[in-house]
C-alpha cells in the first residue's frame, strides 16, 4: 500500500463545518491536492481561494479522490453520505481509503468497513480529540480504528493537521476512544461548574475563585481556557454544547448496550439538557452558567442565613 504524500495524494473532503474547513485548510497548506464537497456550496467556495477543487457531488469525489475523508454531524449524516442511493460506496475508486472522522456510535463504522469491503476499499474511523483552537493551530489529536496498514499509509495526512495520532484497533475503536474521552471531558467540566457555583455561593469573589481554579493541578489542560471566558461570561460556541450533548446520549446509548453504569455521566447529561432549553449556539462549557443559576450563586449566601435565622 503506498504511503499518502503531498503533491501526489488526491484527497477527497465532506463536511466543511468548524472542525472541517480548518482541516482541509492544513492539508492544502501542507501541498496536498484537496477535492472538496458539502451541501453548502459557499463553504466549498471559501475554501477554493486556498486551492480547493471544488466536487459538485460525492461521485466526483469518489471517482477521483485517493483518500477520502469526512467530518459530518451525526450517524444519520455519515450514513447517507456513504451508503444512500447516492453516496460515495456506489462509485468508489477501488483501493481508495476513507477516514471517517465524525463522533457516532461505534457500531456505524463498523458496518461501513463491511461495505466498504465489498468494494475493494479500506474503512478506518479516526476520530478527533480537541476544540476548534486546536484546529486552527493544527494540533488535535487523532484516535484510529480499522486495517493498521491504511492507518500507517495516511500518516503523512495526519501529520498535517494533528500534533498526534494513536491506533487503537480494529474498526470502531477510534469512535470507542472517542466517546471514552469526552465521557471526561463532559463529566470533568459538569464537576467544574459544580465548584464554581458551590465556591461562589459559599461567598469566594467569582472571577478570583475562576482564577484560582484554572491554576490549580486538577484542572486538565483542555479546560483551562475556559475560566477567562467564563470570567467575561463569553460562552460562544468552541466545542458546542449541541455536540456533547449528542456525545452524551452516545456514550449512554453505548454503555447501555454493553451493561455498564454511569450515574455521573447520566447526572451530567441531565445539566446538559437544561442548558440547552435556552436554545442558543453555545459553548458546551455554559454548563457553569446553569449550575449558577440553579444554585441562585447571585443571592449572597449571608440573606439566605439570616432569612433562616429569623423563621426560627
Same mark, same amino acid.
Given at each position: ?130 476544540? /476548534?483552537? @486546536? =484546529?486552527? $493551530?493544527?494540533? *488535535? ?7 493498521? &496498514?491504511? !492507518?500507517? #499509509? ?110 455521573? /455521566?447520566? @447526572? =451530567?447529561? $441531565?445539566?446538559? *439538557? ?7 449556539? &453555545?459553548? !458546551?462549557? #455554559? ?26
Amino acid at each position: 500500500m503506498k504511503t499518502t504524500a503531498p503533491g501526489v495524494t488526491k484527497v477527497g473532503f465532506i463536511g466543511l463545518g468548524l472542525m472541517g474547513r480548518r482541516i482541509a485548510q492544513h492539508l492544502l497548506s501542507a501541498g496536498f491536492q484537496v477535492i472538496a464537497y458539502d451541501v453548502d456550496r459557499s463553504k466549498v467556495e471559501k475554501l477554493m481561494k486556498s486551492g480547493a477543487s471544488p466536487a459538485a457531488n460525492l461521485s466526483e469525489i469518489g471517482t477521483t479522490a485517493d483518500v477520502v475523508l469526512s467530518s459530518l454531524p451525526d450517524d444519520e449524516v455519515v450514513s447517507r453520505t456513504y451508503s444512500g442511493a447516492q453516496g460515495l460506496f456506489s462509485q468508489l475508486r477501488e483501493g481508495c481509503i476513507i477516514v471517517e472522522m465524525s463522533t457516532v456510535s461505534p457500531e456505524t463504522p463498523r458496518e461501513l468497513h463491511r461495505i466498504a469491503a465489498q468494494h475493494k476499499a479500506y474503512f478506518l474511523d479516526v476520530t478527533i480529540s480537541g476544540s /476548534t483552537p @486546536a =484546529a486552527e $493551530q493544527g494540533t *488535535l489529536t487523532l484516535f484510529g480504528g480499522g486495517e493498521e &496498514e491504511a !492507518f500507517h #499509509a495516511c500518516e503523512p495526512l495526519f501529520q498535517a493537521f494533528a500534533r498526534q495520532y494513536f491506533y487503537l484497533g480494529p474498526t470502531g475503536s477510534g469512535a470507542t476512544m472517542k466517546l471514552a474521552v469526552n465521557l471526561l471531558l463532559g463529566v470533568g467540566m459538569q464537576a467544574i461548574a459544580e465548584a464554581v457555583a458551590f465556591g461562589h455561593k459559599a461567598g469566594l469573589e467569582r472571577d478570583r475563585l475562576l482564577d484560582v481554579l484554572s491554576q490549580t493541578a486538577v484542572i486538565p489542560p483542555a479546560l483551562v481556557g475556559k475560566f477567562k471566558r467564563a470570567m467575561l461570561n463569553d460562552f460562544s460556541p468552541q466545542f458546542p454544547l449541541r455536540l456533547m450533548n449528542k456525545d452524551f446520549r452516545l456514550i449512554l446509548e453505548t454503555a447501555a448496550i454493553i451493561w455498564v453504569p454511569l450515574p455521573a /455521566t447520566a @447526572a =451530567a447529561f $441531565q445539566i446538559n *439538557l437544561a442548558e440547552s432549553a435556552n436554545e442558543t449556539d &453555545e459553548d !458546551f462549557s #455554559a454548563v457553569i452558567r446553569q449550575m449558577e443559576k440553579l444554585a441562585r450563586s447571585d443571592a449572597p449566601i449571608e440573606g439566605w442565613r439570616s432569612a433562616a435565622a429569623s423563621a426560627r
